[in-house]
């Protein structure tokens, strides 16, 4: 091999091995921010004592706001099969209601129980998260297009 070709092949294996090294660094952040989406039922069936932060999403079931007197309200996210009582400290998005969809995020605090750091509203009456229309079509639930 001449010096020319040495020096290239060295030039490349370097910039390889810097992306590499780029490409397994972004990864091992990443995955520490990672929000993971679950419905009702599969929140119950998981077995997870971990506080990380996850989204839950489903229908707010008839009848579940409560809110006493404060800031702080209770509900249930429902996907038809499951529920899930959800437990929220602050000022609920202007399009929240029941029988409608939601998806809040926070951590599973026991068997049921969701405390939300977040509540996410659909925001016109055609949206809905595609994770949330996904899990209501796989029970049979899904009365959209």
């Known amino acids: 091999m ?7 092949l060295i030039k490349i294996l370097l910039s390889l091995l810097i992306l590499i090294i780029a490409v397994l660094i972004i990864t091992l952040n990443l995955r ?8 009702p039922t599969e929140l119950l069936k998981m077995q997870t004592n971990e506080t990380k932060i996850m989204r839950v999403g489903g229908l ?11 800031k702080k309200f ?12 959800v437990v929220f400290q602050g000022i609920l998005p202007n399009l929240f209601a029941e029988e409608k969809g ?21 925001h016109d009456e055609n949206y809905m998260p595609p994770e949330v229309i996904n899990a209501l079509k796989d029970n ?3 009365q959209g297009q």
């Not at 520490?32 to 419905?39: A, K, Q, W």
């Not at 209770?74 to 009582?85: A, G, M, P, V």
């Not at 939601?102 to 509540?119: P, T």
């Open 102 to 122: 939601a998806v809040v995020e926070g951590s599973y605090v026991n068997n049921s129980l969701f405390r939300a750091d977040k509540v996410l509203a659909k």
């Open 32 to 39: 520490d921010n990672i929000v993971y989406f679950y419905s």
């Open 2 to 8: 001449t010096k020319k070709v040495k020096n290239r």
């Open 60 to 70: 707010v079931k008839k009848n579940s706001i409560n809110s006493d007197g404060s």
């Open 140 to 142: 049979g639930k899904w």
């Open 74 to 85: 209770t509900f249930i996210i429902t996907d038809e099969i499951s529920e899930i009582n």
